[in-house]
């Protein structure tokens, strides 16, 4: 069987109004500014307001990615949400967002890879378009982690905010997608967890009075393996397209910390303006970051056709990938 080439044909995201500050977040746990913008580099999130749903942001995304392909919901035949912040574990967000864009004829599922999702998700995508069995696919990353926070818990509640990312995929001439290295390891799936409510710990008065039903995370030996993986996967993705460091015009890596992205940076001795970078603003965003960050750097025109691009994350499973994306 002949593979058709996949690639990007429209990008889009969207953000809910509301700001939070690490000034707003001094009134309410014991954290500042300070520790927050110095160990993290975020200084504000987004979160969503009573009434708007994961699969609200994702379908927001959506359409603006839909017209930016110049292509609409009826012609959208596979559409694959990535989210760890689901509307309800069953159904699928992506059928909740089928029925909101309207689009009738397209299959519908859930990707669940923690901060990894997106990646993971449009790894899939291609796959669809590139064995013909799908001509335009919807990739999206939601999230509102807002509502699964536990906000008396200083050590996570300041890291994460909600958004959402999205991209229409179809077949093109020239490969747009020149490698993916997915991996996994289960073994430390307990250092980002959220322990209640499924068959492990499903929901009762005592998991809800034992908080079990927010975000944990092992923050420190997250960072280490975030740190270490983060520049072999661009690594080895960057060797099997056949590419270099030096090919590479742009990173835009998942959003958990400054620290981490800058480790990558100078691993890969990029300039400053060749990384993509919206943790300041918008927090950690998990499936959500890296489509948004990719919306941002092309809607404002830095990021071009033609580009080498490698979309780098890392999360919860632990799961990590890379892509590497002629735009
Ligand atoms: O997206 C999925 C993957 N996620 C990640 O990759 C996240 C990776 N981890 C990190 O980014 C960092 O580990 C954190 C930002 C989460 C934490 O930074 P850290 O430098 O590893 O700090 P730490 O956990 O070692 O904590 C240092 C201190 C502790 O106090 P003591 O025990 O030394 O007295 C914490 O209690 O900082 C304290 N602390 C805070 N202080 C003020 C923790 N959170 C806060 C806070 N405000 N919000």
Not at 68 to 81: K, Q
Not at 231 to 253: I, M, N, R, Y
């Amino acid at each position: 069987m002949k593979l058709l080439e996949a690639g990007i044909l429209g990008v889009g995201s969207a953000l809910p109004p509301k700001i939070i500050t690490n000034f707003d977040l001094e009134n309410i746990i014991d954290t500042s500014d300070e520790w927050i913008r110095t160990r993290t580099g975020i200084s504000e999130r987004r979160v969503v307001e009573e009434g708007v749903y994961t699969s609200d942001l994702a379908t927001q995304a959506a359409l603006s990615a839909i017209d930016a392909a110049g292509t609409c919901a009826e012609e959208i035949d596979l559409i694959i949400v990535a989210t760890v912040t689901p509307d309800t574990f069953m159904p699928s967000t992506a059928c909740f967002v089928q029925a909101k864009l309207g689009a009738k004829n397209a299959m519908a599922f859930d990707m669940s890879a923690g901060c990894t999702g997106f990646v993971y998700a449009l790894s899939v995508g291609s796959a669809y378009v590139r064995m013909g069995t799908c001509k335009r696919v919807l990739v999206i990353g939601a999230e509102v982690l807002s509502k699964f926070l536990d906000w008396q818990d200083r050590t996570t509640c300041v890291l994460f905010g909600d958004g959402a990312g999205a991209v229409v995929l179809g077949p093109v001439e020239q490969p747009g997608f020149l490698n993916f290295t997915l991996g996994a390891d289960g073994s430390m799936a307990d250092l980002l967890v959220i322990p209640g409510g499924g068959s492990r710990l499903p929901a009762s008065a005592q998991t809800i009075a034992d908080r079990q039903h927010y975000i944990k995370m092992c923050g420190n030996e997250t960072f280490k393996f975030a740190v270490r993986v983060m520049g072999e996967v661009t690594q080895q993705a960057l060797e099997a397209a056949g590419c270099s460091k030096d090919d590479l015009d742009f990173l835009v890596p998942h959003q958990a910390n400054l620290r981490i992205i800058e480790s990558a940076r100078k691993r890969f001795n990029l300039p400053e303006d060749r990384v993509v970078i919206n943790i300041d603003r918008y927090g950690n965003m998990s499936s959500a970051s890296i489509p948004v960050a990719l919306d941002e750097a092309i809607t404002s025109g830095r990021l071009q056709r033609g580009d080498l691009v490698a979309l780098v994350g890392f999360g919860a499973g632990l799961t990590w990938g890379a892509a590497i994306v002629r735009y």
